[in-house]
């Protein structure tokens, strides 16, 4: 059986991966693909729960280490449990932020040096890797507008300040520019209807080449 693809959404806060994964699913779903949709850190019984506690906005004290080891323990289990048979199937996994969050929080945001991540990448994931990633990119202020008019507590990464999201968003396009055939960079400055526009054009030519 054929493996299935591995598409990641990913991009700093509010710039519309929630919203935007849902109608992709939507798109991939209507061409007769069976495909997944997860999320990190999560999608696993367990991994929800280490969510749970990374978001906490009361688990101040957190060591910038704990925050990257409990990434990586919730992607193990979300990788064994989920994201593998799903792709051995033959399924299509479509996964809301994954090791390239880690490289931008914990690396670029938080500062841990990427070699680190990399090894813990090689541990855990042996050679999984997307095969697609989108990135929906926007300015800072624009994604924390948008963030900030949803309802409900701010989370432990939301309290940061607006600089810890410029490194991300840096992060990201420095990601980009290293992986140009996996990379797709999408302007989320624009409305949703273009940003839907141009996600359905970049998912038309995958779904053709697949
Ligand atoms: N994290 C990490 O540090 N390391 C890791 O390895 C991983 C994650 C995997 C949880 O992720 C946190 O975990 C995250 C990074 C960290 N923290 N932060 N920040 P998350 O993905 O669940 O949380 P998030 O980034 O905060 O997601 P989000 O705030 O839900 O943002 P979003 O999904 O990109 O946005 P949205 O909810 O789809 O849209 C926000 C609002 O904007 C909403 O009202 C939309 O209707 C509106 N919207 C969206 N697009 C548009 C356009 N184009 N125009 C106008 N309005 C729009």
Not at 56 to 62: E, F, G, S
Request: charged share 25%; net charge neutral; with cysteine.
């Amino acid at each position: 059986m054929k493996r299935g693809l591995f598409i990641t959404m990913e991009g700093i806060e509010g710039v519309g991966k929630t919203t935007n994964l849902e109608s992709v699913y939507h798109y991939i779903n209507s061409h007769d693909i069976d495909v997944v949709i997860t999320r990190e850190p999560g999608g696993t019984e367990l991994g929800e729960k280490i969510r749970g506690l990374l978001l906490d906005h009361r688990n101040q004290n957190i060591a910038n280490d704990t925050e990257l080891l409990l990434m990586f323990a919730a992607r193990s289990q979300h990788i064994a449990e989920v994201i593998e048979p799903a792709l051995a199937q033959g399924k299509w996994v479509l996964c809301d932020r994954f090791t390239d969050a880690t490289y931008a929080y914990q690396g670029g945001g938080r500062g841990i040096d990427s070699q680190r991540i990399a090894q813990l990448e090689q541990w855990v994931q042996g050679a999984l890797r997307p095969d697609i990633t989108l990135l929906l990119d926007a300015p800072v202020a624009v994604g924390l507008a948008r963030a900030a008019k949803r309802k409900g507590e701010a989370d432990r990464f939301e309290r940061e300040k607006q600089t810890f999201f410029e490194r991300i968003r840096s992060a990201y396009l420095a990601l980009a520019a290293q992986h140009p055939n996996r990379y797709r960079v999408i302007d989320a400055a624009q409305t949703l209807d273009q940003v839907k526009m141009a996600l359905e054009t970049i998912m038309a030519a995958v779904i053709k080449s697949a």
